[in-house]
């Protein structure tokens, strides 16, 4: 599967992987089980007993969190993927026991996974995203799985001129179409800013905001992509004619993870400042549960049918049609595919 391996990808919410808790999750065609160990730290292992190949993700932690036992035949491997003990025979434990281990880091509340080689493994790489920090915000929080490949989802998160057709009584309005795109790039980091002027918004845009029901907007909607499909969208909306500092901040994180080459993770979120009060936890948990409902029932059927038409067959062999929207996708598609071809010859 032609992957990029030397990057971090979002394994899942840090809270979806408590204290006591396995969980599976395949990233990059790879099935991996994830867990805390001893001492809280999270931990990454393929979930895959070397012995008769049972996914660890069926057993347990043992020894206070520093182990998984396999549930077939008990053999335990900490968090390096070392076998640690052997209930068999002597005890003694064969040298091939091992199972391969990933880096695993927690942050911006996420979650990060390095699939390629761990010496190269930098924390300091993972996409900046402060406003998911939860020491100064309270997030609202989402994911679901989409049946087509992760490079589409990019594409529909920066070409957001679908919105008005795809999203007409959500999340669109008669001139989001009309809007202008920017697209710059930033060594391998591509930015799509696009602006939309004097639209009358959906009703859910109106809550969302707290702009008076009716009243012309401005919308701006910068999207930042690093590879391979991490996004950050900043998403203001304001009265008509008013300056970009006067608008309604609103922050959010698009992030796509591959499974496989046609399955995709996606997790997504806003944050809001605590510093806003009590109220600012049902605020968010509110506004992106509004956003589950076109990205469910809109965005996600949509990319799957563009999956199903696709079939087997690259993006590129079809020879699609591009328009002066396609610009930040087709940049990101180009800084990807560099980064892979670099990659591979390195091989």
């Not at 509340?109 to 309270?138: C, N, R």
């Amino acid at each position: 599967m032609n992957f990029l391996r030397n990057v971090w990808y979002v394994a899942g919410w840090a809270d979806e992987v408590p204290e006591g808790k396995l969980l599976a999750r395949q990233v990059c065609g790879e099935n991996l089980v994830l867990f805390r160990d001893g001492e809280g730290q999270p931990k990454a292992l393929l979930d895959r007993c070397p012995h008769r190949f049972a996914p660890l993700s069926m057993g347990k932690l043992c020894d206070g969190g520093k182990s998984i036992q396999c549930g077939y035949h008990g053999l335990r491997f900490d968090g390096a993927g070392q076998c640690v003990h052997n209930p068999h025979g002597d005890g003694r434990i064969p040298v091939a026991a091992v199972v391969r281990s990933f880096p695993l880091v927690e942050r911006w509340s996420l979650l990060w996974v390095w699939m390629g080689d761990a010496a190269k493994a930098d924390p300091a790489t993972i996409p900046a995203f402060p406003f998911l920090d939860p020491e100064h915000f309270v997030l609202g929080k989402d994911s679901m799985e989409i049946e087509a490949n992760y490079a589409l989802e990019s594409d529909n998160i920066l070409d957001l001129s679908h919105i008005q057709y795809l999203h007409p009584g959500s999340l669109g309005s008669g001139k989001a179409g009309e809007g202008k795109t920017v697209v710059t790039q930033e060594g391998n980091t591509v930015w799509s800013r696009r602006f939309i002027r004097d639209e009358v918004l959906p009703d859910f845009l109106y809550q969302a905001a707290g702009l008076p029901h009716g009243a012309p907007c401005d919308r701006w909607l910068d999207v930042r992509w690093d590879a391979p499909a991490s996004m950050y969208l900043q998403a203001d909306m304001g009265l008509a004619g008013r300056p970009r500092e006067e608008s309604m901040k609103n922050a959010q994180v698009h992030l796509f993870t591959p499974a496989t080459e046609t399955r995709t993770h996606y997790f997504y979120a806003m944050g809001l400042p605590k510093a806003i009060g009590p109220e600012a936890q049902e605020i968010a948990n509110r506004n992106i549960a509004g956003l589950r409902l076109p990205f469910l029932h809109e965005d996600k059927p949509m990319v799957e049918a563009q999956q199903r038409a696709l079939g087997s067959k690259g993006f590129w062999d079809l020879k699609p049609v591009l328009l002066d929207v396609d610009a930040p996708a087709v940049r990101a598609r180009r800084v990807l595919e560099k980064l892979l071809a670099a990659e591979q010859a390195e091989v």
